[in-house]
């Protein structure tokens, strides 16, 4: 019989890199991307599986009712990836993060929960537990998240587990650290200093620059959310890492060492209020059942910066003609780079 599952967020960084994963390696699946086409999903992400006729795309809004139960129609799981993503922009208004993090999650359990779906995987993150100075979290750590963006996250997950508590919708719950790897809309840290340093402009260091996160390639996610949608328990949380932790003046230093650009280009600037020092997750639970990951940092990071070097026709556009890509810059640097 085939499978048939829904899969929302399917245009932005991390959904694409999964769906075009899951029509690769599960040939008798079919899969509906249901996603709203903000300024971080694009249609070109996904371009090469666009005509695979087991790939349906659906434009809609997972806070609609209406355009949730026809886009799950026939499906008998779904993963959520649809979300306001940056902490960021989270910062100049919440107001998206909630309505997507949290509202949007209520509706896609409530149909979940309407057409007795199988499984439903919350595509949560490390930000829900907040900063921790030494050590890593498990999945019993107390939630404390310190920014807009993680508390709707924090919601949504919770909302998630709440919904198989009560109800017994089959929820799963993932919470990864920060991914790197192709198709990364060009705010986030590695891809806006990759793209800035190859076109000689400062790259924007928050604070000291010490700040530190977990690094996971995007394939090493993909490939867990498979592993937990198809062996994961309900009702659990699954902790996702690599195991890579850096501060953020290593990142940035590698990415020039890559490209042969000069250090000058570093332009430390005013913090990210209420900037997280730290996040470290402990992936023992997950990596006890038989993940782990595979793509070392070392490569994985040379990989994606020479990936951006290759795909300039793919972030130019976005950076130079995206009016909205422009006017955030200006909204979040302007300022700090004055
Ligand atoms: P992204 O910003 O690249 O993509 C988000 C996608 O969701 C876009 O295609 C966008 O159009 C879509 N979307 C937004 N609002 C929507 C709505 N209301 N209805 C339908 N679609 C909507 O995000 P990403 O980095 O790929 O992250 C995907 C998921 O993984 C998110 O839930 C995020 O919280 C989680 N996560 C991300 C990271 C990371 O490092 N990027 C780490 C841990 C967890
Ligand atoms: P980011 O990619 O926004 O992910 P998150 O905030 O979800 O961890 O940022 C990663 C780290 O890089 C974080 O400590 C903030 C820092 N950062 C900068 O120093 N400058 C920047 O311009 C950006 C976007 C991030």
Redesign the pocket.
């Known amino acids: 019989m085939t499978t048939r599952i829904l899969v929302?967020?399917?245009?932005?960084?991390?959904?694409?890199n999964f769906v075009r994963m899951v029509l690769a390696e599960r040939p008798d699946w079919e899969v509906v991307n249901?996603?709203?086409?903000?300024?971080?999903?694009?249609l070109e992400?996904l371009a090469d599986v666009a005509r695979d006729p087991r790939y349906r795309f659906v434009r809609?809004?997972?806070?609609s009712p209406e355009t949730v139960r026809d886009a799950m129609t026939g499906c008998t799981a779904a993963v959520?990836?649809?979300?306001?993503?940056?902490v960021d922009r989270s910062l100049l208004g919440a107001a998206?993060f909630i309505?997507?993090?949290m509202k949007?999650v209520l509706v896609l359990l409530e149909e979940a929960r309407r057409v007795g779906l199988q499984r439903f995987v919350q595509?949560?993150?490390?930000?829900v537990y907040g900063s921790i100075a030494q050590g890593s979290f498990t999945e019993e750590s107390v939630l404390n998240p310190r920014n807009p963006?993680a508390a709707s996250?924090a919601g949504g997950d919770r909302l998630a587990f709440a919904y198989w508590a009560t109800y017994k919708v089959p929820v799963v719950i993932?919470?990864?650290?920060?991914?790197?790897g192709p198709?990364?809309?060009p705010e986030?840290l590695i891809p806006l200093f990759v793209t800035n340093a190859l076109r000689d402009e400062s790259l924007p260091l928050y604070g000291d620059g010490r700040n530190v996160r977990d690094w996971?390639h995007v394939a090493d996610?993909c490939r867990a959310v498979l592993f937990v949608l198809e062996h994961g328990a309900e009702g659990e949380v699954y902790n996702i890492a690599g195991g890579n932790e850096r501060e953020n003046i290593e990142i940035t230093n590698e990415v020039l060492r890559v490209l042969g650009k000069p250090a000058s280009l570093i332009r430390k600037v005013e913090d990210r209020v209420g900037h997280d020092r730290r996040y470290s997750l402990d992936a023992g639970k997950l990596r006890r059942l038989g993940w782990e990951p595979r793509v070392s940092f070392e490569r994985g990071l040379e990989e994606t910066v020479r990936w951006y070097v290759e795909h300039e026709a793919w972030w130019r556009p976005i950076k130079d003609h995206d009016g909205e890509f422009r006017r955030y810059y200006q909204e979040q640097y302007g300022a700090r780079l004055g």
């Open positions: 929302t967020g399917g245009c932005g960084f991390i959904g694409s249901l996603d709203k086409l903000t300024y971080a999903g694009r992400n809609g809004d997972i806070c959520n990836f649809a979300a306001e993503t940056h998206h309505e997507t993090d949007g595509i949560s993150t490390d930000e963006y996250k993932t919470r990864a650290s920060n991914n790197y198709f990364q809309y986030k996971l996610h």
